[in-house]
């Protein structure tokens, strides 16, 4: 059996590197997550970013759609993200905050561990940055 669920995911590409945020688990992620019934995955972009670092977004440029799938537990069934990759120009300083305990800044030679999609999706981001 498969759940299925919109999300919203934001790049924010810096002179450090993307941001990129994690749990307790220190396995590092995009910044987002899924959207409200009521919520486009624009806004819930939006809406995940500030909650999770408390960054403003100055400008949001939609890029790409990502479906993927994740494993949930022992009870056999997955979810499938449906997932809308924004390009975000964020102002402010990025702080953990909610369920975020920490932040970080991934670049391709950092030992940073990210998880499986959001690799996918940073490959496919740089390679449409440099015109593959």
């Known amino acids: 059996m498969s759940i299925t669920r919109r999300k919203g ?7 450090r590197g993307i941001l990129v ?13 899924g959207a409200e019934k009521w919520e486009s995955r624009k806004k819930a ?20 759609r990502y479906n993927g799938r994740k494993w949930h537990g022992h009870d056999g069934k997955s979810i499938i993200n449906h ?20 932040i ?8 940073i561990k990210i998880t499986t999609g959001t690799q996918k999706i ?4 740089i390679e449409m940055k440099h015109g593959k």
């Open 45 to 64: 972009t939006i809406r995940e970013l500030y909650e999770e670092t408390g960054l403003q977004t100055k400008r949001i440029t939609y890029l790409f």
């Open 21 to 33: 945020v994690a749990g307790r688990s220190k396995r590092f992620t995009l910044s987002g997550g």
């Open 122 to 125: 940073i490959n496919r981001y």
């Open 104 to 111: 970080a800044f991934w670049t391709p030679d950092s030992n």
């Open 9 to 15: 995911v934001a790049i924010v590409d810096t002179s």
């Open 83 to 102: 997932t809308k990759v924004f390009l975000v120009e964020a102002y402010g300083i990025p702080r953990p905050r909610n369920e975020i305990k920490h």
